[in-house]
């Protein structure tokens, strides 16, 4: 038996920033890992990289025909504490919410990664 695709269907892979990128000492996985580390959690470290090394990671996603790729953006890079933004870490940002978050915004509050007024402090910064 014989399937096809329908046309335009994409093909693609996904990843998480925090499984990828590496050194994301700052967000609220790197925490509860290295709290977990007694239960054999292993830390994410230097991960793969793809934070330094995205543009070899894009040019292998095509070159094995791939033409959709989502991914996530560590968040605590762009906004380390709550209200403070990192310019280097702004470039053009998707306006979405995949995001890791910096430690400490669990704390509750208007700090708290889903809480109405984060998520519009977030939404307005990316979009600028």
């Not at 590496?22 to 925490?31: A, H, I, P, T, V």
């Not at 996603?61 to 890079?77: C, I, K, P, T, V």
């Amino acid at each position: 038996m014989s399937r096809s695709f329908a046309k335009g269907f994409l093909w693609g892979a996904a990843t998480a920033a925090h499984q990828v990128e590496g050194n994301n000492l700052n967000n609220d996985f790197w925490q509860l890992e290295h709290a977990a580390a007694e239960h054999g959690v292993q830390f994410s470290g230097d991960a793969v990289d793809s934070y330094h090394r995205y543009p070899e990671d894009m040019r292998l996603l095509a070159d094995a025909g791939l033409n959709a790729y989502r991914f996530s953006l560590e968040w605590s890079r762009i906004e380390p504490s709550p209200g403070k933004f990192s310019r280097a870490q702004l470039a053009p940002l998707p306006p979405h919410d995949r995001y890791s978050y910096p430690a400490g915004h669990h704390a509750g509050g208007d700090a708290a990664p889903l809480h109405p007024s984060a998520l519009v402090r977030r939404k307005r910064r990316v979009a600028r």
